[in-house]
Nanobody, 125 residues
């Protein structure tokens, strides 16, 4: 069973950048379909970005061109580089994995089987 731990959240001014990390343990995530989701105060959790087992990527329209999802297999870690941050990006960010050897990109919460505990990002105006 895989465990996921996010880090890298914090307080940043609008226009700034943060890089979130999702460190995996228990097994390698090199073949996993994974994603980042976020939940803003008073809102439902929403899809942010996803990466397939062959490193194809996709993004929510609201973050496309500003966020980049990537994976470092040597460090067994998933990343989310967030640039040009906006106050609307304020949320708790979660990483998740659907599991190994799934070929696609997945967009729904229910597609994912293992979740981290989340890291909070606050963007001030």
């Amino acid at each position: 069973q895989v465990q996921l731990v996010e880090s890298g959240g914090g307080l940043v001014q609008a226009g700034g950048s943060l890089r979130l990390s999702c460190a995996a343990s228990g097994r390698t995530i090199r073949n996993d379909a994974m994603g980042w989701f976020r939940q803003a105060p008073g809102k439902e959790r929403e899809f942010v970005a996803a990466i397939s087992r062959i490193d194809a990527t996709d993004y929510a329209d609201s973050v496309k061109g500003r966020f980049t999802i990537s994976r470092d297999n040597a460090k067994n870690t998933l990343y989310l580089q967030m640039n040009s941050l906006k106050p609307d990006d304020t949320a708790v960010y979660y990483c998740a994995t659907k599991g190994r050897y799934y070929g696609g990109i997945y967009y729904r919460e229910t597609d994912y089987n293992y979740w981290g505990q989340g890291t909070r990002v606050t963007v001030s105006s």
